[in-house]
């Protein structure tokens, strides 16, 4: 069965995953996540790509990015996979793939869900157990957006900066974001979305996509809306 494109619009923020293989570790000594960050950065700046948020775990990676060209993400996955699996079985005496198959990504509505993802993704150790609070957590973009640590791998989204009219008010408004927890189906949209590759946001926005795009971006009958896809089979309803 051949596998369907990714949807990719140049300036529109994507959510990424990239997972071990059979959900082995990726990440054992804490070296491990500096140098993946530090090829993170490089990546995304060799080929366009705006970091927004991350959260490196122990076998799979979150990213919110937005591409600046069609291949910048692909582009940016490939560098960073490839030098970081030469280090990683340099360091590790270990041979063969480190990846399982190909990262999956979402296209999303900007609008409404950028600081929803963000908070999905830096939640993502809490919700494993492995933390109390999304600031114990060393290898994500949380410190930086709650804190002002200071990132050199992130590009603060728009709407991070709509937050307020100063470092110290945009930091306070997104701590108070994490006072209140992701509720069951925004969590489930997300994880569906991704792992899917459909595209995430309202009605509106899909309908626009699909115009741009020319194809379905949603499981048929989602939502109880067909005619919001626009497209089936390549034709237009």
Request: aromatic share 10%; glycine share 6%; hydrophobic share 40%.
């Amino acid at each position: 069965m051949a596998r369907r494109p990714r949807f990719v619009l140049p300036g529109h923020p994507q959510h990424v995953i990239v997972r071990g293989n059979n959900r082995d570790p990726i990440f054992i000594a804490n070296e491990d996540y500096h140098f993946y960050l530090e090829k993170l950065r490089d990546a995304a700046n060799a080929y366009g790509c705006e970091i927004h948020a991350y959260v490196l775990m122990t076998n799979h990676v979150h990213l919110l990015l937005t591409p600046l060209a069609e291949t910048s993400t692909a582009k940016l996955i490939q560098q960073l996979g490839r030098y970081y699996v030469q280090y990683f079985n340099y360091a590790y005496r270990r041979s063969g793939t480190l990846w399982e198959g190909r990262y999956k990504a979402s296209l999303i509505d900007s609008e409404a869900y950028a600081l929803i993802c963000h908070r999905y993704i830096e939640l993502n150790p809490v919700r494993a157990g492995m933390v109390a609070h999304a600031v114990d957590y060393p290898w994500s973009s949380y410190r930086s957006h709650a804190l002002g640590v200071d990132n050199p791998v992130l590009t603060p989204h728009a709407l991070y900066q709509s937050l307020g009219d100063s470092a110290e008010a945009r930091q306070a408004a997104y701590r108070a974001l994490f006072d209140t927890a992701l509720d069951a189906k925004t969590l489930d949209e997300l994880r569906v979305a991704v792992n899917k590759a459909w595209v995430l946001g309202n009605s509106q926005f899909k309908a626009r996509i699909t115009c741009q795009l020319e194809r379905r971006v949603e499981p048929l009958g989602r939502g109880g809306d067909h005619k919001s896809a626009a497209f089936r089979n390549g034709k237009q309803v």
